[in-house]
């Protein structure tokens, strides 16, 4: 059974940095989709960022030019690198990895709260 595991949140001030983690086991990491979400509450589940299987990314408008998202498939690892973070960055963060239309898994969720 495929298992993800989210690390890295926390409480941050606004203008501060995190980087969060998520690390699969199981899994043919090197070929998959790789995506983190968040959900704020309230609010509905959002794409943050993905990245694919050859390093090519995507950012929502949002987030661009202060997240960063970065794989390392020796580690079976995602990153998301969180630079400049604003209260609205508040939110429950996802990674999402996706092998096939119908062959996807979600991790557990890690807390990030911005506030001073």
């Known amino acids: 059974q495929v298992q993800l595991v989210e690390s890295g949140g926390g409480l941050v001030q606004p203008g501060g940095s995190l980087r969060l983690s998520c690390a699969a086991s199981?899994?043919?990491?090197?070929?998959?989709?790789l995506e983190w979400y968040r959900q704020a509450p309230g609010k509905e589940r959002e794409v943050v960022a993905g990245?694919?299987?050859?390093?090519?990314?995507n950012y929502a408008d949002s987030v661009k030019g202060r997240f960063t998202i970065s794989r390392d498939n020796a580690k079976n690892t995602v990153y998301l690198q969180m630079n400049s973070l604003k209260p609205e960055d508040t939110a429950v963060y996802y990674c999402?990895?996706?092998?096939?239309?119908?062959?996807?898994?979600w991790g557990q969720g890690t807390q990030v709260t911005v506030s001073s």
């Open positions: 990245i694919n299987s050859i390093g090519r990314t």
């Open positions: 999402k990895v996706t092998l096939t239309s119908t062959n996807t898994h």
């Open positions: 199981r899994i043919i990491f090197s070929i998959a989709y």
